[in-house]
């Protein structure tokens, strides 16, 4: 079956330090990778995507994806933590085999900065 | 650019009552549309999602409906609605072709 793992609940991270959320997933071919962002009581934002190309994607907010095909990760990271990244995070992803436009979410991986 | 709106932003219903919540995307045409619920603020689950007018694909069998009247607008109902039907409602959208989905603000829905 295909799918997508976040296999951390919560990842507390110092401010100031570099954040690693990761991302597995399951899928046959080249996958589309998607990130979002969701702070409380709003919608998900749609934060980078990996199509094809660098496997080193660049987002919104400082944020930065690399995608690894021998691993099958696409693992969020960003340098230095500010306490406004603390939200709920989910990682996407599109099999190519879709005949439609739906997408796979993990489950999330709720992120705490502290300062 | 392009803007996706829902209403209401919070709902209180009791069991039994009909529910009719909208969305509306501007600044694009011919959108795919998504119907999501998330519960407990952790994972979202696809309910409906639309590739055009009147055509709605349903992926959970549930007492909800949809329907897309017209291209930028998709409506979620029921008839009568259940204790676990609150939830976290968040309707999406795509460009054809390009899967990345923008997500609307949400409408909190609270049956009791």
């Known amino acids: 079956a295909q799918s997508v793992a976040q296999p951390e609940d919560q990842v507390n991270v110092a401010e100031g330090n570099p954040l690693t959320v990761k991302c597995t997933y399951s899928v046959s071919g080249n996958p589309y990778l998607f990130w979002y962002v969701q702070y409380p009581n709003r919608g998900l934002q749609f934060l980078l995507k990996y199509i094809t190309g660098d496997n080193l994607v660049k987002g919104s907010y400082g944020f930065e994806a690399e995608f690894n095909k021998s691993q099958t990760s696409f693992h969020l990271k960003k340098p230095s933590a500010l306490v406004s990244d603390s939200a709920l995070y989910f990682c996407?992803?599109?099999?190519?085999?879709?005949?439609?436009?739906?997408?796979?979410f993990g489950k999330g991986t709720r992120l705490h900065i502290l300062p | 650019s392009q803007t996706i709106h829902q209403w209401p932003a919070t709902l209180v219903q009791p069991v039994g009552s009909p529910l009719s919540l909208e969305c509306t995307v501007e600044g694009t045409s011919n959108p795919n549309l998504y119907w999501y619920r998330q519960a407990a603020g952790r994972g979202l689950q696809l309910l409906f999602y639309?590739?055009?007018?009147?055509?709605i694909s349903s992926e959970v069998p549930q007492n909800l409906s949809a329907s897309r009247p017209q291209d930028r607008q998709f409506i979620l109902s029921s008839k009568k609605l259940l204790l676990s039907d609150s939830g976290f409602y968040l309707c999406a959208w795509s460009p054809r072709s390009t899967y990345e989905q923008y997500f609307g603000p949400g409408t909190r829905l609270t049956v009791t």
């Open positions: 639309s590739v055009g007018i009147g055509q």
């Open positions: 996407a992803v599109r099999p190519p085999s879709n005949r439609d436009d739906k997408i796979i």
